[in-house]
């Protein structure tokens, strides 16, 4: 157990399996970038960050968007294997939130005043609406699927 799970217990219990190991494992290493993120802009609401905290912060939205792209490209195939109906538009809630988690690694890079709150709730809302709402879709249709 990290210190993020001791931290978030809560948020931990939030994550529903998808009826996929490898996606559960993928969601729950995104949560935890995504709480160290918080963690660490908590301190810094509606301010400019130093560069210490961009470096920070630079490097874990790096991490989260590596991560992401991967996590994505592994359900999509997922999905694709299991001829999902519901595929293209999951690729474009996908690909939204990409655009956005990249237009907050640019405003880190070029240095500019952030709103932390707006990011911290992005980054979480999005994580725990997509996976109760996206995910949870497909992993209905492949259980239903399965038991059929």
Not at 120 to 142: K, M, N, P
């Amino acid at each position: 157990m990290t210190k993020l799970h001791e931290k978030y217990p809560e948020a931990f219990q939030r994550l529903h399996d998808v009826g996929n190991e490898k996606l559960n494992r993928d969601h729950e290493n995104l949560l935890e970038i995504i709480l160290g993120i918080k963690d660490h802009l908590s301190d810094h609401p509606h301010k400019t960050l130093s560069e210490r905290d961009q470096a920070f912060i630079g490097k874990s939205i790096d991490r989260l968007a590596t991560r992401t792209e991967v996590h994505f490209e592994s359900e999509e195939a997922y999905m694709a294997s299991q001829n999902f109906s519901g595929l293209a538009a999951h690729k474009e809630e996908h690909a939204l939130f990409m655009t956005r988690l990249l237009v907050i690694r640019e405003q880190i890079r070029k240095n500019r005043e952030i709103d932390a709150d707006g990011v911290e709730q992005l980054l979480e809302t999005w994580l725990f609406s997509h996976i109760d709402q996206s995910d949870r879709i497909y992993a209905s249709h492949f259980s239903d699927k399965a038991a059929a």
